[in-house]
């Protein structure tokens, strides 16, 4: 097996875990936040899906689907073009607030599309290409790669995690 099919089974899985942590969800159950400045199963989704469409466009020389594609239009949450979530204050988080779990999964999909087409592509040496000089040590795009899926796996965790409380309660 290549690196290339490891990392399109690792992002293919991320897809799965979207999908499951908001199906069949209310826009109530969606937008819940169990304290005024805990994320949204909304907000983890989204901000895990930018993350992904952010870093990867930029590491393959892409254009960002979320500007390309009229995801921004569609959300229509009052963030700058560019944002991402990084360092979101509660009432940024707040801003975040979808209307039906096919929004998330709409987007996600798109971005996950995008995502395998570049994964598609690439060869190890690709993996090794310095896609950002502003750490030390420069990042290379397998950093970058794995670097994203451990963060989106991360919050698709704490997304189902917050389903679960919030079907419990």
């Not at 360092?87 to 929004?103: F, I, N, P, Y």
Request: charged share 25%; aromatic share 8%; proline share 4%.
């Amino acid at each position: 097996m290549h690196a290339k099919d490891i990392l399109i089974d690792g992002f293919s899985r991320i897809q799965e875990e979207v999908h499951a942590a908001v199906e069949g969800l209310t826009p109530d159950d969606l937008n819940h936040r169990p304290t005024p400045d805990a994320n949204s199963i909304a907000w983890l989704i989204w901000h895990l899906t930018r993350v992904q469409d952010d870093h990867l466009a930029d590491a393959f020389g892409l254009d960002q689907v979320w500007l390309t594609q009229d995801w921004q239009k569609r959300f229509d949450l009052g963030l700058p073009p560019r944002d991402h979530g990084y360092g979101h204050t509660s009432a940024q988080v707040a801003k975040v607030r979808v209307d039906s779990a096919e929004l998330l999964t709409g987007y996600y999909d798109a971005v996950h599309a995008q995502t395998l087409e570049a994964l598609r592509g690439v060869t190890a040496a690709d993996l090794e290409r310095i896609v950002d000089t502003r750490w030390d040590p420069p990042v290379t795009l397998g950093v970058r790669l794995v670097s994203v899926l451990s963060d989106d796996l991360q919050h698709v965790g704490q997304a189902a995690y917050l389903r679960g409380l919030r079907q419990s309660a």
